[in-house]
């Protein structure tokens, strides 16, 4: 059974800094796509990062490109995304997220596994 578990997520004023990581077991991930997503209150899911098996391809949404930063380590079965810079618009509950294969998507609705979430919250 796949399970992805979040950690990391938290309080953090304008400007700050989240490290939120991600570990997979049940499945070797190696060839795998791996990504984050998120949910702001009211909102429906929204695509954030994705890192394709190799880690050398990745891709961010528009709106946090040059802030966050998604990487992975196979060895771990574990990926992270950096997050700087933080806005009150990333408010959200992030989760993981698992496309089996290397081909990434932007749509939350092709990615096969989920984790359960962890919310970040950043403050005025």
């Known amino acids: 059974q796949v399970q992805l578990v979040e950690s990391g997520g938290g309080l953090v004023h304008t400007g700050g800094s989240l490290r939120l990581s991600c570990v997979g077991s049940?499945?070797?991930?190696?060839?795998?796509?791996m990504g984050w997503l998120r949910q702001a209150p009211g909102k429906e899911r929204d695509f954030v990062a994705a890192?394709?098996?190799?880690?050398?391809?990745?891709y961010y949404a528009d709106s946090v490109k040059g802030r966050f930063t998604i990487s992975r380590d196979n060895a771990k079965n574990t990926w992270y995304l950096q997050m700087n810079n933080l806005k009150p618009e990333d408010t959200a509950d992030y989760y993981c997220?698992?496309?089996?294969?290397?081909?990434?998507?932007?749509?939350?609705?092709?990615?096969?596994?989920w984790g359960q979430g962890t919310l970040v919250t950043v403050s005025s």
């Open positions: 997220v698992v496309k089996i294969g290397s081909r990434w998507s932007s749509a939350p609705d092709e990615y096969d596994y």
């Open positions: 049940g499945r070797t991930f190696s060839y795998d796509t």
């Open positions: 890192i394709t098996w190799t880690g050398k391809n990745t």
